[in-house]
């Protein structure tokens, strides 16, 4: 299985991270897009930065390394953005960006920055016109689009876009929407769903749905994301959790616990995170991207040389 990382922070933090990625066996490095950090107004004092800039810099600073957007939401920018923002990013990089779109989840960024934010329905319908905009821009722009809520005219558009590799990506939790516009429009298929059953059954609906795109199901990346804490020893976990309390002035103690207790986060021996990656793997998973590890550099050394 490809390992990936997942980093948020100041940009010393980001690239530093992204060295310690490139120098080890993971093959990409995956920027979350939000404006706030944390679920809750506590979490808000987490400095948050704009990732698409971010992933601009790395394109520069990073030689080999896959770079992902792990996701976008719609609701921040046009579509006409995010796809003159891809083509600029991945001409920066040589071929190594991926944009990442999703529906958006989190209430509050929408609401504190005046950022508009309808309904789960509208925001997938949004989504899905958008990965179709995108989609053609990078394409076929020549076609042009016309869709509910966002168009553009046909023209030869310049520059070209990248057409080989992958360019696009979808994440998302949900059984049939997400999937099926990712066996549409998508490169990557990131699958935040960790039953194995589940997997199986959303890999089928991609599956289904590219091959009714005339599009090949196998050139599709399945990817998922694991929140870790890793350790062999209560010691180890809570020096981890300690170097992640500092970003926040958290109590590590509390913080380990609140890690313990919430439903995705793996925290556990080396051994223990090996048998879940196994698990995944097993059930198609190609590709997962570590987060939490990267809040503390030491920690994701350990992490990358026990783990991929």
């Known amino acids: 299985m490809d390992i990936g990382v997942q980093v948020v922070g100041d940009y010393d933090h980001v690239v530093n991270i992204a060295r310690i990625t490139e120098e080890s066996n993971a093959v990409a490095l ?42 976008s939401p719609i609701t921040f920018r046009h579509p006409a953005v995010y796809a ?18 999703g529906a958006g989840w989190h209430g ?59 360019r696009l990506l979808i994440g998302g939790s949900g059984a049939s929407k997400t999937p099926t516009l990712a066996g549409m429009h998508a490169d990557e298929y990131n699958l935040y769903h960790h039953d194995p059953k589940g997997i199986t059954q959303r890999i089928e609906v991609m599956r289904r749905s590219a091959e009714e795109a005339g599009r090949d199901p196998d050139t599709i990346l399945i990817s998922t994301c694991m929140p870790m804490l890793g350790g062999d020893s209560d010691t180890e976990l809570l020096e981890a959790a300690a170097g992640l309390a500092r970003r926040t002035n958290a109590d590590p103690a509390e913080l380990l616990t609140r890690y313990r207790e919430a439903d995705g986060i793996q925290v556990g021996s080396w051994n223990q995170h090996r048998e879940w990656l196994e698990r995944m793997e097993n059930a198609g998973i190609e590709r997962t991207y570590f987060q939490l590890a990267a809040g503390v550099d030491w920690h994701l050394e350990r992490a990358l040389a026990e783990l991929s």
């Open 108 to 166: 509050d960024e929408h609401l504190y920055h005046g950022i508009g934010y309808p309904d789960r329905k509208v925001r997938f319908a949004q989504l899905a016109d958008a990965f179709a905009y995108v989609h053609k821009y990078l394409d076929n722009p020549q076609g042009g689009h016309e869709g509910e809520f966002y168009r553009f005219t046909g023209f030869d558009s310049h520059p070209k876009a990248r057409r080989e590799g992958r």
């Open 84 to 101: 003159k923002g891809a083509i600029t990013i991945d001409e920066i990089s040589g071929g190594r960006f991926t944009l990442g779109l």
């Open 30 to 71: 995956a920027l979350a897009d939000h404006y706030l950090y944390g679920s809750k107004p506590e979490d808000y004092r987490n400095p948050a930065y704009d990732s698409l800039f971010q992933a601009a810099a790395l394109a520069r600073d990073t030689k080999d390394l896959e770079l992902v957007m792990l996701v």
